[in-house]
Structure formats: structure tokens, C-alpha cells
């Protein structure tokens, strides 16, 4: 019997498609656009030989293995309780999905791992997972780390700066992510 995909069940269910690997489901409270970026057992098996591949896989299976559940409350609807990424994995998620977004796209993950590794409860939380993550996975993240806030720190700049809420990063800003990423991701 073929398992059927998280996005085809909720296509199933009654949500519209909306991209490639979304839906958009409709609620109560208006329709809510759902992407589903599923990493099969298959592909943890056996990983890509290409190191941004590999990220996408081991970060995204890492990340749905570590989520931690979160209860929502909104009045006027039943709490729910959904699983969220823990930051290192989201981290890790976002090196390698930013050459895989369109320009206005890139600049915010760009800005998401600042705002994570430079966060008071955050970094330290989000760098000790790094830290401590698979050698494969942290080499490959390591490779995009340096990409995006070492070797383009300049580019990653300019996508940051094109969102409004990345206005007043600085260039020591990119280059100390970079830093700390580094660190954590060679120990």
C-alpha cells in the first residue's frame, strides 16, 4: 500500500494547492497558506552527494525529530497543539533553503538566522544544538555558513537591507553571525 504525502492528505481534506509543495487550508479565521517540505526515510537512507541536498534533508529530518509541541490559543477556536523547530534546526533549515528562494525571500531567512544565533535565549540555545548536531550535517552547514556571512557577506547584506525590518543591520552584524555560526559548526 503507497503511504500518500502530507500535502495530498491535506489536499484531500479540502485544502487548495498554492505552489509547488503548499496548500493553502482553509479555517474559520481565513485561508492559511501550509508549505510541506517532507524528507522521506529513502532519502535519510541514503543522503544526496551534494552537500546542499544533504542539508536539506538531514536539516529538515532533524528538525521534524527534535520539534517541540507549542499550544495555540486563539479566542474563539479550540487550542492546538502544533510541533515547532527548535532554532539550531531551523538554523540549519535556512542555510540551505536561501539559494532556493526568490530575492525578497532570501533576505529573510538571512535575517531569521541573525535574529536567532544573535537572541539572548535563542543563540546560545540555537548554537549548542549546532554544536552537537550530526559531523555531516554541521560540515555541510558549515559550507553554507560561510557562504552567506563570510564569502557574500556583502550580497547577504544587500538581501537583508531590501527587507524593511533588516534596515539598520550592519555589515559587523553579518560578519559576526558568521563568526559564531563558525565556531559552533567546527567544534
Known sequence: MQEHSQLELLVAAGATPSGPFGALVHTPCGDVQVDVLEVTDAEIADLPDDPTDRLHVQSHAWAAFTASGLVLSVDGLDPLTVRVSEP????????????????????????????????????????????????????????????????????????????????????????????????????
Open 88 to 187: 539550531g534546526p531551523l538554523i540549519a533549515m535556512k542555510l540551505q533553503s536561501i539559494m532556493n528562494r526568490g530575492a525578497a525571500k532570501e533576505g529573510t531567512d538571512l535575517l531569521d538566522i541573525i535574529r536567532l544565533t544573535l537572541d539572548r535565549a535563542c543563540g546560545p540555545v540555537s548554537r549548542d544544538q549546532l554544536e552537537a548536531a550530526d559531523p555531516q550535517l554541521r560540515a555541510d552547514a558549515l559550507l553554507h555558513a560561510r557562504r552567506w556571512f563570510d564569502l557574500s557577506a556583502g550580497r547577504s547584506l544587500n538581501k537583508i537591507r531590501a527587507v524593511p525590518e533588516g534596515s539598520e543591520i550592519e555589515l559587523d552584524d553579518v560578519r559576526l553571525v558568521g563568526e559564531l555560526l563558525v565556531a559552533a559548526l567546527e567544534s
